[in-house]
Each structure stands twice: as structure tokens, then as C-alpha cells.
Nanobody, 123 residues
Framework: QVQLVESGGGSVQAGGSLRLSCAASGRTLSNYATGWFRQAPGKEREFIAALSRSGSSTHYVDSVKGRFTMSRDNAKNTVYLQMNSLKFEDTAVYYC????????????????WGQGTQVTVSS
């Protein structure tokens, strides 16, 4: 019964930064593993990052390691994706997801999804 709402997307030049937010309501995210996914036109939905239920362990796809950082603010009941050194190939709709189980990289494992937020990186 958790609801997720993403925000923070927009247009940015290559090399710039954005921070995406995923605000949760209805339930506390301390009970959930959370993840970020993205999908570009004509491409498959791609796993980006995940955070364990404890909030102490993060996992990233190789293409964003060293550039993206996922975190959670328990007081705000919000997860974040800090994106630095953005590239044109990062352009996609970004989705936040959650599940009452350990983290997973398979999108089908997640029960709850936000509406998505567009990130456009110009070259």
C-alpha cells in the first residue's frame, strides 16, 4: 500500500548533474528494498541501482558505477538518485520501485512503482 512519486527530472547538458527524488507515502520505506530503473525509447527497461531494506547496502549496474549514488532519508521517507557526469546515453524515463523483500535487479520482482520522470541529456 505504499505510493511512490518521482521528481527531479529535466534537461541537462552532458557532464552536468541531477538529483532524482522518490517520495513515499502510506508506508515507511524502512520495510522495503528500493530500486531505480530506466527505459529509453526503443530500449529494454534497465536496472540502475538498488538499496537494501536496512539502507546500508547499495548495488549498481556497471554503466553508472562511480557516477550515480542511491541513498535514503528515513526522516523524509524518500529515496534519492544523485546523478553526476551525465552522458547522452543516460537519457530515459527513470522509475522508482519498491518491494517487501531483499533487493533484486529484475524489475518483475518489484510490486510498487512510481509514475516515472523524464531525464534528457544533451550532447
Amino acid at each position: 500500500q505504499v505510493q511512490l512519486v518521482e521528481s527531479g527530472g529535466g534537461s541537462v547538458q552532458a557532464g552536468g548533474s541531477l538529483r532524482l527524488s522518490c517520495a513515499a507515502s502510506g508506508r515507511t520505506l524502512s520495510n522495503y528494498a528500493t530500486g531505480w530503473f530506466r527505459q529509453a525509447p526503443g530500449k529494454e527497461r534497465e536496472f540502475i541501482a538498488a538499496l537494501s531494506r536496512s539502507g546500508s547496502s547499495t548495488h549498481y549496474v556497471d554503466s553508472v558505477k562511480g557516477r550515480f549514488t542511491m541513498s535514503r532519508d528515513n526522516a523524509k521517507n524518500t529515496v534519492y538518485l544523485q546523478m553526476n557526469s551525465l552522458k547522452f546515453e543516460d537519457t530515459a524515463v527513470y522509475y522508482c520501485a519498491a518491494r517487501l523483500a531483499p533487493y533484486a535487479s529484475d524489475s518483475s520482482a518489484y510490486n510498487y512503482w512510481g509514475q516515472g520522470t523524464q531525464v534528457t541529456v544533451s550532447s
